[in-house]
């Protein structure tokens, strides 16, 4: 099982969001496999892109993606009463832990990029060769897009798979939502229409 040192989550929230039952362990499943879906796709166009900024925000949800692993452990166990009930709930555990592996490997891989390592010709030939790339835009206060809908804002030229609002991640989030300054989405699509859009914010 993880462990979490202190300074990486915010424990009396982990505590209060488990005694107000605001998450179950289905929800912190889905988050989990949401937050890591995005982090593959940044961590594919990071290597591509070789940006910095992009692996500081992978590694930022591969602290998140801990956390959720964090929260779901405390919720099996609070929800752990019997031998029986111990041995239903380490299939869970196992899923979480299985994600939270692919969210560690994926940051070793974007290693290279952070210490100005050159990928190998071969991978890197590889990812070339991907038809999309990921990206992420923090919307400014005076940006020309705040106030529009997302399907506004993407003209369905690209998608978008994540948007963080008051620190909180809204995963595929609706074609109608409203961007607000501080935003921060997450972006998909062909690299010159990723490229437009974030030029457009």
């Known amino acids: 099982m993880v462990t979490i040192p202190k300074s990486e989550y915010k424990s009396e929230k982990i505590l209060e969001d488990i005694l107000e039952k605001d998450k179950n362990v289905v929800d912190l499943i889905v988050e989990m496999k949401n937050m890591v879906n995005l982090a593959i796709a940044l961590g594919f166009s990071a290597l591509i892109i070789k940006d910095k900024k992009i692996v500081d925000k992978i590694h930022e949800l591969e602290e ?4 959720r692993q964090y929260e779901i452990e405390a919720e099996c166990m609070l929800a752990t009463k019997t031998p029986k009930d111990a041995l239903e709930l380490t299939s869970v555990l196992r899923l979480s832990s299985a994600m939270e592996d692919i969210s560690n490997a994926i940051k070793e891989l974007i290693d290279s990029v952070s210490r100005g390592i050159p990928i190998h010709p071969t991978i890197l030939r590889g990812l070339k060769d991907s038809v999309e790339v990921a990206d992420y835009v923090e919307v ?15 003209d369905g030229k690209v998608s978008v798979l994540g948007l963080k609002r008051n620190e909180k991640w809204s995963y595929l989030p609706d074609k109608n939502d409203v961007i607000s300054p501080g935003d921060v989405l997450i972006l998909s699509g062909r690299k010159r229409s990723v490229e437009s859009a974030k030029k457009r914010v």
């Open 140 to 154: 400014k206060k005076r940006s020309k897009v705040v106030g529009k809908t997302l399907a506004e804002f993407t």
């Open 64 to 67: 998140e993606i801990d956390v």
